[in-house]
Structures are given as C-alpha cells and as structure tokens.
T-cell receptor, first 114, second 111 residues
Framework: DTGVSQDPRHKITKRGQNVTFRCDPI?????LYWYRQTLGQGPEFLTY????????KSRLLSDRFSAERPKGSFSTLEIQRTEQGDSAMYLC????????????FGPGTRLTVT | SQQGEEDPQALSIQEGENATMNCSYK?????LQWYRQNSGRGLVHLILIRSNEREKHSGRLRVTLDTSKKSSSLLITASRAADTASYFCATENTGFQKLVFGTGTRLLVSP
C-alpha cells in the first residue's frame, strides 16, 4: 500500500460524456503527477503540480482535459466530451519534492469509453 | 513518447533462477527508477538510483547504472512465482521533473 488513493477505480462512460477522477496523495508530499497508461505500454506523463501550482502539461493533454489541485492536497482530472481513444488507465503519483525523491503511485482509475 | 526500451520484452524463467532486465534511455538524467506492475494494477516503486551512483541493492534486487552507455539493469536473484509482473524503468531527465517510462519487461516465473 503506497498511500496514494484514487477514486473511482473503474469508470465506464459513453462517448461524449464528461468524467472526473480524484487523487489523494501521500499527505506530506508537495508534488502530484498524473500519467496515462494504455495496454502494453509504459505510463506517459500528463501533468504535474507543485503544491497548488500546475507547472507542466504534456502535449497529450488536449483542451478537453483539465486538472486541478485547489488547496495543494487532493487533485482532480476532468475529461470533457470523452472519446474512445481516452480509454486507458489514469495513474496518479506523488513525491515529497523534486530531484531524488521517489514517485509513489496510486492504484489507478481504469476508464472505458464505449 | 517512451524514453527508451527495456530488453527483453518478455522473460520466462523457473523459480530460483535469476532474472536480468535491461533498460536503455536517450538523454542525460537526474535519476533512474525501477517499478513493478502486476496485471491491471498500479505501479510499485522498487529502487531509485541517482546519476552519480553505479550500483544499488535492495533485498533480492540489484540495480546498476552506466551513464556513459545510457543503460541500466535490474537483477532479481532467487526469483519466486510472486515476482511475476511487468517491470518498468523510468528516468527523471535533467531539467525536467516528470518520469519518462520505458516499454517494460514482462517477467513470468514458473513454480
């Protein structure tokens, strides 16, 4: 148990619907990351936060995706107007800070868009 | 896009044997981390090795890093059926804060 929790664990939605995922990092961790993983591939970076500030966004994060970390604690990732290509495992990770600190991952949210 | 590749893509061994997985990457790094992932589940952190380190141990795991060759290896000694999983290397590249993952090695340990 890494201490990072994600909710929901599974989400099935119809194309065109909006979905929101939540991540609760390890409590003292300043850094929070979102990754996406498709079948048979390694995770790919989406975005990260230092406390409440979103410092980097991947080109994978289209304008349909938005992430927030309003109080520097939990984070949400919203996907608007979902497409079948959004089907993937969405992973959240946290670390104490940058540099030589490990990133600890949550169990992920598996999204299926039908 | 993926940073590099793990080799082999799949490895099948018997319990008690050693398993070696290799990882190659493309750019200069701050550190390299190895993770394990059981089917359909989250990633479990195994070892972090810094760019100025050459070798690190944790229990049955040994990681080496050769920055001149931009490569790392993970050795699991005396493997167990419970080691069956996918193993990923991930680099934190110089000047960036995110992890860039390889393509993974699927390890199967048979009893």
């Amino acid at each position: 148990d890494t201490g990072v929790s994600q909710d929901p664990r599974h989400k099935i939605t119809k194309r065109g619907q909006n979905v929101t995922f939540r991540c609760d990092p390890i409590s003292e961790h300043n850094r929070l990351y979102w990754y996406r993983q498709t079948l048979g591939q390694g995770p790919e970076f989406l975005t990260y936060f230092q406390n409440e500030a979103q410092l980097e966004k991947s080109r994978l994060l289209s304008d349909r995706f938005s992430a927030e970390r309003p109080k520097g604690s939990f984070s949400t990732l919203e996907i608007q107007r979902t497409e079948q290509g959004d089907s993937a495992m969405y992973l959240c990770a946290s670390s104490l800070d940058a540099g030589v600190y490990e990133q600890y991952f949550g169990p992920g949210t598996r999204l299926t868009v039908t | 896009s993926q940073q590099g590749e793990e080799d082999p893509q799949a490895l099948s061994i018997q319990e008690g044997e050693n398993a070696t997985m290799n990882c190659s990457y493309k750019t200069s790094i701050n550190n390299l981390q190895w993770y394990r992932q059981n089917s359909g589940r989250g990633l479990v952190h195994l070892i972090l090795i810094r760019s100025n380190e050459r070798e690190k141990h944790s229990g049955r795991l040994r990681v080496t890093l050769d920055t001149s060759k931009k490569s790392s290896s993970l050795l699991i000694t005396a493997s167990r059926a419970a080691d069956t999983a996918s193993y990923f290397c991930a680099t934190e590249n110089t000047g960036f804060q995110k992890l860039v993952f390889g393509t993974g090695t699927r390890l199967l340990v048979s009893p």
